[in-house]
């Protein structure tokens, strides 16, 4: 009589292979899906970073594509831009961009290393975030004309924490000073974080920071935000003036766009332009942006190319007049 345990082991070695091939197929199929890697120049857990994700999410879904978000932060965005310039054709590398990036770094640095208008590629601006003019809560300031007359009577009133040197709120700084003829004096930080801390903790008299970060403190009343550079009064602070109202042009809204390598495959830039276009007409996506405290405001390439020629012709000027040393 035959054994039936040669018969089990040659059955189960029979389905362990036909598993097997299952897997490879699967792997096959996995490796077939496109990837695009979305750069960004900032840590994960930044404001930036979390949009970028939500970002990174609907173009997955979207495109059926695998979407990696890969964080260069240093040197204000510098890296990652550098990182977009040198991109491979088949990394499909796009980045989720700050205005800095494309608007400040330019002006403010000697060899940026890239070149905003040959090594990139607009696809959209995604959401317009604004600066905010805040002092502590038990600054004696109590609105912007109380400011000013603060500033003119006691001078080191009007040091200003700012996110880092040559970040454009150090130049906001500048033009509302030089419109009310008084002396803004920047003190840069390593971020907008930690100004903000120092803020809450009244170890700055001032500071011109992005108002979504604090939105949160202005509710629980621990700052008082007295102006902000905006073209239109900001959603979470509709009794804030901006700085146009008070009389101080500027192009003021900041934003995070999506930019792409000039690797970028033709067919893919469409699709991409295409589904970011799109998310715009998704509620729930559009909910998702504004959830970050800053405004979905699409705006597609030609639209978002000429707001960064008209910021940084202004900003531009704005950096020579103040004899700042580019670095």
């Known amino acids: 009589m035959t054994s039936s345990k040669p018969i089990s082991r040659l059955i189960r070695a029979t389905v362990a292979a036909a598993l097997t091939s299952l897997a490879l197929c699967g792997g096959a199929i996995a490796q077939d899906k496109p990837i695009v890697k979305v750069l960004v120049g900032f840590p994960a857990g930044a404001g930036t970073d979390a949009l970028a994700r939500i970002y990174a999410q609907a173009l997955s879904e979207s495109l059926n594509v695998t979407t990696i978000v890969d964080n260069r932060p240093g040197a204000g965005g510098q890296i990652a831009a550098q990182a977009l310039k040198a991109a491979r054709p088949e990394s499909n590398t ?3 961009t700050v205005d800095h990036q494309v608007v400040m770094l330019p002006l403010i640095t000697k060899t940026p290393g890239f070149d905003v208008k040959k090594d990139m590629v607009p696809i959209a601006r995604i959401v317009n975030f604004y600066t905010c003019l805040a002092v502590p809560a038990s600054s004696p300031a ?4 109380g400011y000013l007359d603060l500033v003119k009577k006691t001078p080191d009133q009007g040091n200003i924490g700012i996110p880092a040197p040559g970040s454009q709120a150090q130049f906001v700084g500048y033009v509302v000073g030089q419109h ?8 840069p930080y390593r ?4 100004a903000i801390n120092d803020l809450l903790g009244a170890q700055i008299p001032a500071a011109i920071v992005p108002c979504d970060g604090l939105v949160e403190h202005r509710k629980a009343g621990k700052v008082r935000v007295l102006a902000m550079a905006a073209d239109k009064r900001y959603s979470h602070m509709k009794d804030v003036p901006t700085f146009g109202e008070l009389g101080v042009k500027m192009p003021a809204d900041a934003f995070l766009a999506v930019y792409a390598s000039t690797t970028l495959k033709p067919e893919l830039l469409q699709q991409i332009t295409e589904a970011t276009r799109k998310m715009f007409d998704s509620p729930q996506i559009v909910e998702k942006f504004a959830s970050t405290n800053m405004e979905p405001a699409y705006a597609d390439a030609e639209e978002l190319r000429q707001f960064v020629d008209r910021a940084s012709q202004f900003w531009g000027e704005q950096v020579r007049k103040s004899n700042f040393q580019a670095q």
């Open 142 to 145: 109590q609105n912007f004309q």
């Open 94 to 96: 796009i980045m989720f």
């Open 180 to 187: 009310f003829k008084v002396q803004m004096n920047p003190v």
């Open 191 to 194: 971020g907008a974080a930690p």
